[in-house]
């Protein structure tokens, strides 16, 4: 993982032990973690972004290097001393007035021009590209692959070097959608259909961190999603199966009395395509308040990633769950408010074997 | 004891009136040295409220999923802090501060309205308390101290598919609140233009005015332009609320945006409101303490109205994510660099003003340099921020938290602590403890640091603001404990402060009337000032009068040439 460096130097003595001691901790913060820092950057959005902080970042510490020099100059060399004599009264002096004016417009206007040359070379790319309705919800993201016709909730998945083109709705509060690798933000504002852009140039093996950053009410603090980069034919093969109805009828009879408990429990909220749904698109689901689970298996995170589905943590062995408190997807089942307080999932209690047949069926759920 | 003329020549005694009881005196006062002294320690009292609120913030992120507060309290404590500390404190302290001392810089014997002036106070007082006072009912203001719309509409009215909004009286109070703080400030603001413009001593000319008269006159501009805006605004979010019209709601006609316009329009010269008055106590504090008068006054007077001017130019450098055309945000990157010359300027000419001076480090000297050593790294992250393809990745991130907080407590509160140290013998008539005071200002130079440096880089690491909890796998854990002891670190600054303050009172060291050999006009009476402030009204020749009247052979008005 590339570090992000700061060479900013601090004020006084103690300034030096302060620095070391950040760069330190940001050592050690990288070393062997993953951190969503947006100058690890995996695409041309996110690159001329970070690349532009480091142009300030240069100018910036110029300044500071110089300004902070002089102040801590003049502190040492004109303190009081027992004969100090009484200083000169000058009130000032215009060449230098419109020296230190001139100077640092240079510098703000050089800033300045860099920030305007990016914006405008950050337009989209004229040519083909993957077109996804983002839909941001109190507290979860909803993909929708519009000319692929389907959809995913907390989980994007894009083709490797390809303009992914994202039209941002809400129709409830202002969200931002940001994946600090890839892209800056852009707000998701109810009645503005706002657009923007990335493209991802490398294959994920861990993926991205996306991020709401907009103060969106009790629950901001989770309404995360992932951002998977696949190779392009992988892009496709993962595609074609998203596209998939789910089965009728799970084989497994854990799975099977799962599903029995997702049509009498759960299917006022959440949709599976083959289940209660015909297709992505219909209309029934409009009325659906939950994200879409017909491929909830293959996902990464719950409910706006308070909690990681990983289904090697979720065994389920004879109808029981083979470590509940390993399992995401059981903290999530047994008591979603106490795990994401002021969420729109309030269900009744359900059982331990309940909640392994749901658990079983949903990992089914590829 | 009182008493009563029964005949010319025959008195008996009788009962006080209230207004001539100790606490009488200070309830139905009009003199300004009085009002200032309540503005500043009510919004003293309330620094430590948002202290308070800073801390429970802190310390519900000093570890990852933290449990200190739920996340309803979080949201409701974070909004608390930001509105408390802008409406509560700043404002409040920095009237304070410009009731108390613009009067006497500029030679006056009052306010020009006395009486407007303690009604200002007054609202200001039960403003904050019925702000506060939300959290008897568990239902603080919690959207953030900007307020988004349509978060802060009814949940019924802010969108279809909307799980909460706000349903409870949360934003009543927010938007309640804030009218009557904007009636206060209008009051105040048109106090201080009035004394200002109609009040000054004989041939104190507006160029020769103390700087922080003058930045106290720009702010007092500010106030009068921007507050309506942000009054509007809260209007209209009373009605969306109440009477069912819909100016936030994108579904029903209304913009959401329309809120963040009105906002900004007064948020972004809000800013400089919080911080000109404290450039202006700096450029007095700064002189006094290097034997030398302010360097470059004209371009530093200047650079204060052209910040003021611009600041109504630049608010929407806050919404450069909104998806603003980019021409429009060209322009406002533009502005806002433009912005940044005036305040360059201003730095300059401070370290002009120390370079080639005498410095003796008294710890107002070392406020007010550490408030140009800070300030400066506020302005720089804040030039960053006006780099729109940049500000995309760092908006809403703790960046800014970082940013703002250089700028607001590196800035203002250094200031405000200066120009504390600096008048409060003026205010009291003795001397706040110099020991002391140093232990206070290297604390808190270390706090801010240790509290505010670690943000810009959890900012880059990308964390956002405004997170009731982190997860622990993001390499957020270290800077976040450091951002917390540095948060405590100045928390123990600010008990060493009020012991200071207590020990002072009873048993400080007398001042005299000009403990600091100081320039202008406050400091030539007496310690305390006298109700009628000075016995005969002093007469101005320069810009310096009180300098002169020390410094007969080489007054200014003989040397230099305004």
Redo the contacts between chains.
Sequence with gaps: MRMPLFREMKPKRWGLALSALVLLSLFLASCDQYTPSILDTHGPVASREAGLFWFTLVVATIVFVAVEGVLIYSIIRFRERPNSPTPKQIHGNNTVEIIWTVAPSLFLFAVLIGTIYTMFGLAQPAGPNVEVKVVGHQWWWEFDYVHENFKTADELVVPQGTTIQLDLVSNNVIHSFWIPQLTGKTDVIPGHNNRMWFQADNVTTTPYRGECAEFCGIQHAHMDFSVTVLPKDGYQTWVSSQQQAAATQPTDPTALAGQKIFTSTCQGCHGIVGVNLQNFNDPKSQGLIGPNLTHFGSRHLIAGGVLTWDPSTCQVVNGKLVNENSCGLYQWLHDPQGVKPGNDMVIGQLTDTQIAQLVAYLESLK | MATRTVVEGVTIARRKRFSETYFGEWVMTTDHKKLGIMYMATAFFFFLVGGMEALLVRTQLAVPDGKVL???EY?QVFTMHGTTMIFLFVMPMLVGFGNYVVPLMIGARDMAFPRLNAFGYWVVLFGGFFLSSSFLFGQAPN??WFS?A??TELTSA????????TPGLNMDFWALGILMLGISSIAGSLNFVVTILKLRAPGMTINRMPLFVWMTLVTAFLLLFAIPSVTAASLLLLLDRHLGTHFF???AGG???LWQHLFWSFGHPEVYILILPAFGMISEILPVF??????????VAWSGVAIGFLSFTVWAHHMF???LP?VA??FF??ST?LI??PT??K???W??T????????KVPMLFA?GF??MF??GG??G??L????????????YFVVSHLHYVLFGGTVFGIFAGIFYWFPKMTGKLLNERLGQIQFWLM??GV??TF??M??LG???M???????PD???????NL?ATIGAFIIAIAILIFLWNFIITLRSGQPAGDDPWDAFTLEWDTTSPPKPYNFLVLPVVRSRRPFYDKKNPE?A?WK??TH
């Design positions: 739920s996340p309803e949201n959207a953030g988004y349509p978060l802010c969108g279809a598919n909307a799980v909460i909004c709601q994108a579904g913009d959401p945006l290097s034997r030398k008068p302010l360097f470059g006054y004209t371009f994510a909104v998806g980019p945000q060209a990157a533009t660099t940044a010359i360059a300027v730095i300059f000419n370290v002009g120390v370079w080639g001076g005498k410095l003796n480090l340099l140009v050593a400066l790294i720089l992250n030039v960053a006006a780099v729109v393809p940049f500000d995309y990745q760092v908006t809403d991130s130079l270390i640091n240790l440096f670690p810009h880089i880059i690491l990308g956002p603001r405004r997170i009731y909890t982190y796998n993001l390499g957020w854990n270290e800077l450091l080489t200014d040397t230099a």
